[in-house]
Nanobody
Framework: QVQLVESGGGLVQPGGSLRLSCAPS????????MAWHRQAPGVLRELVAS?????STDYNDSVKGRFTISRDKNTLYLQMNKMEPEDTAVYYC???????????WGQGTQVTVSS
């Protein structure tokens, strides 16, 4: 079964930048929606940003102007700038396959913002 694999997480100082990537482990088709979510300890998972096939994007208010979501075919990216300690969380990518209605998830990558 195809899985999503995230990379690019790590430790960064406040004000710094990281770029996350997410790619499927095998072939996947008919993806019409991709997104990044995050979950901090003791907090519900929240949607960070999403992108559709037409290129339209949506952002959580807390990251607008700092984060940018993009895609290149079936690879998803999240450029994170001006990072804040509140951005510390495990970040997950998520694809929706319109032909089956199935959602694919990655295992998550830890992002820590700390001095």
């Amino acid at each position: 079964q195809v899985q999503l694999v995230e990379s690019g997480g790590g430790l960064v100082q406040p004000g710094g930048s990281l770029r996350l990537s997410c790619a499927p482990s095998g072939s996947i088709h008919s993806v019409d929606f991709m997104a990044w979510h995050r979950q901090a300890p003791g907090v519900l998972r929240e949607l960070v940003a999403s992108i559709r096939n037409d290129g339209s994007t949506d952002y959580n208010d807390s990251v607008k102007g700092r984060f940018t979501i993009s895609r290149d075919k079936n690879t998803l990216y999240l450029q994170m700038n001006k990072m804040e300690p509140e951005d510390t969380a495990v970040y997950y990518c998520n694809f929706r396959q319109w032909s089956s209605g199935k959602f694919f998830w990655g295992q998550g990558t830890q992002v820590t913002v700390s001095s």
